[in-house]
Antibody
Framework: QITLKESGPTLVKPTQTLTLTCSFS??????????VGWIRQPPGKALEWLAL???????RYSPSLESRLTVTKDTSRNQVVLTMTNMDPVDTATYYC????????????????WGQGTLVTVSS | QSALTQPASVSGSPGQSITISCTGT?????????VSWYQQHPDKAPRLMIY???NRPSGVSNRFSGSKSGNTASLTISALQAEDEADYYC????????????FGTGTKVTVL
């Protein structure tokens, strides 16, 4: 059974750095084709893809946010960590991590299991 | 990277069929078969409904079907049910720069 859960601060101040952790179980990030992605959704707005960590340690980022994002993994703890610098009120959103449906083609990016999401508010 | 364009809302009566469009470009929807659809109920995480344009994951009702023509993908929900009322998002691989992933603007489906 695959599960994922996001954790981190619910409130951050403008210009601060956000660190979110995705703790997962039921799969290995070393398995060919697997990945863990980050997606966010501002209140009442659409989904936005942020980043993906692939099984082979390849990482991809949204072009509009690439300079602010870093994604890393902690294999021993079954965790993937997202860091976003220079937070702004427009970054207020529910942040989700999700399991990539295994596929060897990088472009076949489908999220078949999702965490419950965590709401992050950016305010002074 | 621009979001894929979807109608803001689509509605239908129980038992009817509805279709949601998702318009992109030749660099995303039109150029590849890596299109998917997600269903999201209020305050819930999205659920994968369609992948590879027209494939359904295990457990998804066969009332949901996907297709693509040119730069536009479509999700059809047949025999509409009250539980289908939700937001729907398309998504696609995009090769505008390097490997990227883009979601649609989202469509609110209302069951009348």
């Amino acid at each position: 059974q695959i599960t994922l859960k996001e954790s981190g601060p619910t409130l951050v101040k403008p210009t601060q750095t956000l660190t979110l952790t995705c703790s997962f179980s039921g799969f290995s990030l070393s398995t060919t084709g697997v990945g863990v992605g980050w997606i966010r959704q501002p209140p009442g707005k659409a989904l936005e893809w942020l980043a993906l960590f692939y099984w082979n340690d390849d990482k991809r980022y949204s072009p509009s946010l690439e300079s602010r994002l870093t994604v890393t993994k902690d294999t021993s703890r079954n965790q993937v960590v997202l860091t976003m610098t220079n937070m702004d009120p427009v970054d207020t959103a529910t942040y989700y991590c999700a399991h990539r449906r295994p596929h060897t083609i990088f472009g076949a990016l489908y999220f078949d299991y999702w965490g419950q999401g965590t709401l992050v508010t950016v305010s002074s | 990277q621009s979001a894929l364009t979807q109608p803001a809302s689509v509605s239908g009566s129980p038992g009817q069929s509805i279709t949601i469009s998702c318009t992109g470009t030749s660099s995303d929807v039109g150029g590849y078969k890596y299109v998917s659809w997600y269903q999201q109920h209020p305050d819930k995480a999205p659920r994968l409904m369609i992948y590879d344009v027209s494939n359904r994951p295990s457990g998804v009702s066969n009332r949901f079907s996907g297709s693509k023509s040119g730069n536009t993908a479509s999700l059809t929900i047949s025999a509409l049910q009250a539980e289908d009322e939700a937001d729907y998002y398309c998504s696609s691989y995009t090769s505008i720069t390097t490997l990227r992933y883009v979601f649609g603007t989202g469509t609110k489906v209302t069951v009348l």
